[in-house]
């Protein structure tokens, strides 16, 4: 049997086929469509003609994807949402959606309503232990009469209980059918709950792109004859089954770069490392602890909307390929701006008249590329102090953007990936080794293939009577059967990260535990 | 001469009193974002100087107290704060003429611009602190005279405690159990002053020195400028000392544990450039209190001590400080009120638990020039 795993990039759609110990059977590159549903059909007909697998021996598919983030970037495909704050008496200083701009707001709605309920960091009710039936049914009846076509839920400490919030999306259903989408936080979203309502609601809004993209891949599967499972890859380096996807797309966002992170590992074999892609204009360096791509710890914005999402930490610098190097008085600069695309056009190696950090590469004999159009004597007029300068100036640039995402002092082996890997031909500082794998070229949709199934939890503890230990199992247990829920085979399923933080100025014995637990995926 | 507050001020103000902060105080988003609702609804508002204050008028400086990262989650409604000053008026039978912040720092720096605008009274452009401390006894107030009681406490269901107590450091002690039975976080009014008390006992200006040095070293993200030399410049013409580059480096490790409800630790930062070999060591309680390198003190409580961020100039809270990141650390000489013996037997280096006196960083600064 076999799996496909593609990857939905800005520029390409990539596919490759593994095999069951995740060899790479074949890869193949096609251009991403502006619908980018078509762009998936043809990578998935050029993945078959080339491997020559049985369409009937493919049994799971993978997809990673931009669909979401691009729908909200262009502020196109959304769905209209009301926001549903449960709160009260509590909450209402500043109201939901108050940061979104006009043009967010229009293309999603900016409908909202406070309700009764939520509760305090220990679980207390802020209002009452039950929402009031009839003060939600009404709200419901009102979203009813209106143009609205999706919910988003957010209750106030719902990460520490989330009653309130499934009691809301329960009345939702007896008004609105259960057909009707409704979002809920703590299913999204940590602590803090104006990042949490947002990255609810962009979900909410989001629901229809999710049909689309799930309907489109599984009728595409049906007419290749396909007949497999279909996960999404996740923004933290897991996979979700589709049925889930559909229900919470904003988690797809992000899984770009994590599925670069870990496609590189999986071909270096290695669990601790940093990785390092080079692509044309820009170099994104992440970092891997324990097989999964370390997280930001800063809020992430997506088209100008603070969410608390759990995004891979990436490190970016404008150097490439294709960065342009500039000279004056002995000063030489390299990027951030870029030939992109048109390297082989505009660089002088090429034949044309920018000089680029390639070029430069190129004229020390260190690295050799083959095309028919290269011509290394047009290098020759550059001086020997500026092609030296600029390798230089690129080195210390990328060894700088490393050492700035290692979490300790000590040397890490580093592993290159992307079409510009060529601008580091020696060694790096901070690395004990420099890695080149095989099939880099792929190691997003790879890392797609190869994605866990995971379970994570964020919540606050009281630890009034109970031991450290107590409260530490406890947390691991929940995310533990969080993964298994998920489709994670129990056997494999381990804590893969496990923190605890305190909370400043209280003298109470409250500990914020954050939990993940991933494993095999469940075949 | 008064200055009329609009959202960009606001802006302006959150990265002003995070670097005054020192590192505490917690995240500013919450509260900008009331204060620029506020402004949307009710348009600028007021920020006097101490001295447009007559001798009688009243002063009701309000706050919040507990824990930030409670109010992130369990967010207010914007009228506790107002609640509290309006039963302070009640009980003590007067009407505030004015309110002010009692600290300049994240969170503190903001409320009372959404009471002002809520009550149509005006803010007066000075603190108690003139930075963060994690203390209410800990202001120039208390200090000089003026008693933390009575307090008012509001939460956000209406709950309320008007409190009186035989001193501030009492005050201190029940409001925080209050704090904490109240959710965490209870909305204060406190140090109910007359204009003649804000005019002696306050540190002037300080808001509108936050908003200048946050305006200045947002405008080097445009300009290019060097944000050190303007924060230097903006400093040197306050009631403040001229900042002064402590160290620059990279931070190789953080370490926090959370003990009597407050976080402690230590940041360790190796040096680049002229510090090159040397390691910097910064002890914070919420705020950061004292200074090494190669163990040799240079700066410490009450004087500021801020991270930046070495590109931006932007200042980095002590929970945001993380592994390789690239940071300034400068040190801001404090004005004379708060450098009194009164002032550091409340908040010197033996406070903290410091076995040393208290030496001024610029002394300590001029000392090491010399030796060069």
Known sequence: MYKIGIDVGGTNTDAVVLDKQNHVIAEVKSSTTEDVESGIYQALEKILEVSQVDPKDIDTVMLGTTHATNAIIERSRLTKIACVRICLPAGTAVEPMFTWDESLKKAAGDTYYFVHGGCETDGRPLAGEHLDYQECADILSKIKESDVQSLAVTAVFSPVLDTYEKEFQKIAYDVLGEEFPVTISSEIGSMGLLERENSAALNAALVNVAKAVSDGLEQSLLKYGINARIY???????????????????????????????????????????????????????????????????????????????????????????????????????????????????????????????????????????????????????????????????????????????????????????????????????????????????????????????????????????????????????????????????????????????????????VRIKAKAAGKMNI | MSRWITEEDIENLAVGAALLGTGGGGDPYLGKLMVQKCIRENGPIELIDPNQLSDQDTVIPVSMMGAPTIMTEKIPNGDESLKSLRLMEKQSGVKANATMPVECGGLNSTIPFVVA??????????????????????????????????????????????????????????????????????????????????????????????????????????????????????TKNSIYGEAIVLFEGKVTDVERKSTDGFVRGKATVSGLKSFIGKTLQVDFQNEN??????????????????????????????????????????????PPIMRSDKAIEVWGPRYFGYDMDYVEIEKIHDKEESHV
């Open chain 1, 232 to 510: 999404f890859a996740q923004n933290d380096g897991t996979l979700m089954e589709m049925e889930h996807a559909k229900k919470y797309p904003i988690l797809t966002i992000g899984s770009g770069p994590t599925n670069s992170i870990r496609g590189a590992a999986e071909l270096s074999g290695l669990k601790d490392c940093i990785i390092c892609d080079i692509g044309g204009t820009t170099t994104d360096i992440g970092i891997l602890v324990n097989g999964f791509p370390r997280e930001s710890s800063v809020a992430v914005t997506i088209g100008g909307v603070k969410t608390n999402f759990r995004m891979p930490d990436i490190v970016s610098i404008g150097i490439g390929g294709g960065s342009i190097v500039r000279f004056d008085d002995g000063n030489v600069t390299v990027g951030p701006d870029s030939v992109g695309y048109r390297i082989t056009e505009d660089a002088i190696a090429f034949g044309g008249d920018v000089l680029t950090a390639t070029d430069c590469l190129l004229a020390t004999g260190r690295v050799h590329i083959e095309h028919p159009n290269i011509n290394l004597d047009r290098l020759k007029t550059i001086p020997q102090s500026v092609l030296d300068q600029a390798v230089s100036t690129i080195t210390a640039q990328v060894e700088m953007a490393i050492d700035k995402i290692k979490t300790s002092a000590g040397s890490v082996p580093v592993v290159l990936v992307g079409g510009g890997s060529i601008l580091i031909p020696g060694d790096i500082e901070g690395a004990s080794e420099v890695i080149r794998p095989k099939h880099a070229g792929c190691a997003n949709a790879l890392g797609a293939a190869i994605a866990q199934v995971s379970g994570d939890i964020d919540k606050m503890y009281s630890m009034a009577g109970v031991s450290r230990e107590k409260v530490l199992q406890q947390a691991s247990k929940e995310a533990k059967d969080k993964a298994i829920a998920g489709g994670a085979l129990a056997e494999t399923v381990e804590i893969i990260d496990l923190e605890v933080l305190p909370m400043a100025y209280v003298t109470s014995e409250f």
């Open chain 2, 117 to 234: 605008s809520k009550a149509g009274i005006p803010v007066v452009d000075a603190d108690g602190m003139g930075r963060a401390f994690p203390e209410l006894q800990m202001e120039t107030f208390h200090i000089h005279g003026v008693s933390a009681s009575p307090t008012a406490l509001h939460d956000e269901r209406g709950n309320a405690v008007f409190l009186e107590a035989q001193d501030s450091p009492m005050i201190e002690h029940i409001a925080r159990g209050v704090a904490v039975r109240m959710g965490g976080v209870a909305h204060a009014a406190m140090y109910k002053m007359t204009g003649k008390e804000v005019k002696d006992t306050s540190i002037h200006n300080t808001m509108s020195l936050c908003i200048d040095l946050g305006k200045a070293i947002r405008e080097t993200q445009i300009t290019k400028q060097n944000p050190i030399e303007v924060i230097k410049h903006v």
């Open chain 2, 289 to 334: 209190l004292c200074a090494q390198i190669d163990g040799k003190v240079v700066a410490m409580v009450p004087d500021l001590i801020t991270f930046l961020d070495s590109e931006t100039g932007l200042p980095i809270t002590t929970e945001g400080m993380k592994y390789g990141f690239r940071v300034i650390c400068i040190g801001i000489p404090t």
